[in-house]
């Protein structure tokens, strides 16, 4: 153990005290023997005392009077987790919950107040910040060499024991409250008729307070008239029997009350009956529930039956007497067999389980004379008194089924007008549908001439126009070089005459193949676009964006995608006023989509697109290829025009694979990079 401040061990205090043999005195040799002894017996006390001390199992500590560890045991070291040498020297305060600081200071204060033992219940702490609950006794001890007062104290852990008393509490708390709040009625009785607690439910229904029952004889607080009324039930509870019943009892203070009491003996450890416990329900409202029902089965239009799980018939109303022909009292008990074929409760499965079902409206119930008479009949489960019936409700459908006859009459004769009158819209359809195609082929015709007189007109263009215009070039040309030897004029002037009629010539060139256009196809498509965009006749520019998701196979459908772009280029730009114009092939989703974009004015709102011919033309064609035209104007202006076509269009030739895709995709690429660099 470490030395104290005194520099004595507990051992060496014990054996320093006054008559312990200690000292330099002066003995003589017959008490040195004595001595000897005497110093032995006390080193052995000592040491017994330490070994007590250290190993003991309950935490001990010596404080001094501001609460600074002066002594502990490996009991207390081991309850704080720290090792005794550091413990000793610190303020015990740092152990205590903080909280609890103030009970403490009180307990140190009462302990130099005080002669006796001070005990005080607190909450401490370990080197992990765990709580332990404890509680600490202290005595006050003089010091015998320098008279010091020290607290010799013991620390008893009670968190084992405050767990238990919580959980205990919690558990009685929710005890009572089961018990007081609780929906049932509940007593608890002692042999000699007096009440030990009742529910909440119980008081109320007997318009007294819960804590006016304890210790009060049952025949004062419910009346004698009400006590007879359930004495022979409480007789024999006593005997050590579980009774129940249901019964109008009549309380003095609370009236009359219809309840279903169970009576179970309260037994002692012994076994002896020292009372009962009761749970009480009040079934006054079920019972007025039942009487209703009752009622309502009565007055119901139609035949009620109620039987039980043998199919025994319990209850019938007056319309099933009426409807059967038999008298109330020859049905009950007999079997619903009597009145319904056993297909029916086979046919709801009775025999397993009860379920609301409808057996339909082609049941005929068997009369008293035997007759047979149309009927609907369906089965609810009813749940009384603990037991599962099922309710029968059987409706009388003879006129029902008169009108259906009449009806279903009627519908076969409106069935013979609606297949005439269809017969006759399908010829109307047939030749609506032959005047629609022979309308389709007037439209193709026109578009056919359409295309026949701009081809016939590229042609004169192009043989008549572009030949004269170079025949002058060729003219303007030679009178430059004759003028040049002569010097008669500037031949500069007569160059640039013969260059501008070879532009004019180029241009005209230009325009009668936008005119002649008849080579396009779907190999071709990307460079007809190509071509078409870097024309120099547009006064707006125009570029093709071709992004590499976009595949067409079908050659018709590629002529029409041509003619709808040069529509919508040209149209742009006349109309559009737009800084450019932009060619895209794309693939949106599940289809193939040609776009024209342009940023110029866009559409005006009175303006309807659809209304012109121009329109009509391209979304003709775009209906020819199986697709759709679409006119808008983009949220940042101008005017964008977009034709949808199928991934797979009808009659298209389609790739095995995507390697051949892959191969077209490139060679339609290589031949636009070689017309790049043939045009630069």
Not at 99 to 126: A, I, Q, Y
Not at 431 to 450: A, C, D, F, N, Q
Request: glycine share 8%.
């Amino acid at each position: 153990m470490k030395k104290k401040p005194n520099g004595l061990s507990p051992k060496k205090r014990f054996a320093s005290r006054p008559g312990s043999g200690g000292g330099n005195g002066l003995r003589d040799p017959s008490s040195s023997m004595q001595t000897y002894w005497l110093k032995r017996q006390s080193e052995e006390i000592n040491a017994r005392y330490t070994d007590l001390y250290d190993f003991a199992p309950v935490a001990y500590v010596t404080m001094d009077r501001s609460g600074r560890i002066e002594e502990a045991n490996l009991a207390a070291a081991q309850l704080f987790g720290v090792p005794r040498d550091r413990l000793i020297g610190m303020p015990f305060a740092l152990f205590v919950w903080r909280e609890d600081s103030p009970l403490f200071l009180h307990h140190l204060l009462r302990c130099r107040t005080s002669d006796g033992r001070t005990e005080t219940e607190l909450s401490l702490k370990n080197v992990r910040y765990e709580i332990i609950h404890a509680k600490l006794s202290s005595i006050a001890i003089r010091e015998p060499l320098n008279g010091h007062v020290l607290f010799q104290s013991s620390i008893v852990d009670l968190t084992e024991r405050v767990v238990a008393e919580t959980a205990l509490r919690e558990k009685e708390f929710e005890v009572e409250r089961i018990i007081t709040e609780t929906p049932f009625m509940l007593t608890r009785c002692t042999r000699d008729l007096r009440y030990r607690y009742v529910s909440r439910a119980y008081a109320e229904m007997l318009g007294h307070k819960q804590n006016d029952f304890a210790g009060k004889r049952i025949a004062r607080v419910i009346g004698g008239k009400a006590f007879a009324t359930i004495r022979p039930y409480v007789e024999r509870v006593l005997l050590g029997e579980t009774v129940s019943y249901e019964m109008m009892v009549p309380f003095k203070d609370a009236g009359p009350h219809f309840l279903s009491v169970t009576y179970v003996p309260d037994k002692n450890e012994r076994g002896e009956v020292i009372g009962w416990i009761a749970s009480m329900v009040d079934i006054g409202e079920r019972k007025r529930a039942e009487e209703r029902f009752r009622m309502a089965v009565e007055a119901s239009p139609s035949g009620m039956v109620m039987i039980d799980q043998d199919r025994k018939i319990t209850l019938v109303n007056s319309e099933t007497e009426r409807l059967f022909g038999y008298k109330r009292k020859e049905l009950l008990g007999k079997s619903i067999y009597l009145l319904m074929p056993e297909r029916f409760l086979g046919q709801i499965g009775m025999a397993s389980k009860w379920r609301t079902s409808d057996a339909g409206s082609d049941l005929f119930a068997l009369r008293k004379d035997g007759t047979k008479v149309p009927v609907e009949a369906s089965l609810n489960p009813v749940k009384s008194e603990g037991k599962l019936f099922a309710l029968v409700s059987i409706l009388d459908i003879t006129e029902r089924k008169e009108a259906e006859a009449k009806l279903q009459g009627l519908n076969e004769k409106l069935e013979r007008r609606v297949a005439e009158r269809t017969y006759e819209l399908n010829a109307a359809n047939q030749e609506l549908k032959s005047e629609m195609l022979r309308r389709k082929g007037l439209e193709g015709e026109i578009l056919s001439v359409s295309d026949r007189e701009q081809q016939r007109l590229g042609q004169e263009l192009h043989d008549g126009l572009c030949q004269h215009l170079t025949a002058v070039a060729f003219m303007t040309r030679s009178i430059a070089l004759r003028l040049r030897d002569h010097r008669v004029v500037d031949a500069n002037d007569i160059e640039k005459v013969a260059e501008l009629v070879n532009k004019a010539a180029i241009d005209t060139r230009n325009l009668s193949r936008a005119l002649h256009r008849v080579d396009v196809d779907a190999a071709g498509l990307i460079v007809a676009l190509q071509d078409l965009a870097d024309r120099e006749i547009w006064r707006t520019p125009c570029r093709l964006e071709a992004k590499p998701s976009f595949r067409i196979d079908d050659d018709a459908a590629a002529a029409h995608l041509y003619r709808i772009a040069r529509e919508a280029v040209i149209n742009a730009n006349k109309h559009a006023e737009a800084r450019e114009i932009v060619l895209r092939l794309e693939r949106a989703g599940g289809e193939m989509v040609l776009r024209v974009i342009d940023d110029g004015v866009g559409l005006p709102k009175e303006l309807k697109p659809q209304q012109g011919l121009g329109f009509h033309i391209m979304n003709y064609r775009a209906q020819l290829t199986g697709g759709r035209l679409e006119i808008d104007s983009p949220q940042n202006g101008g005017t964008r025009v977009s034709c949808y076509l199928p991934v797979h269009l009808p009659g298209s030739s389609k790739f095995p694979n995507d390697d051949q895709r892959a191969v077209t995709g490139d060679l339609t690429l290589r031949h636009l990079a070689g017309r790049g660099a043939a045009n630069a």
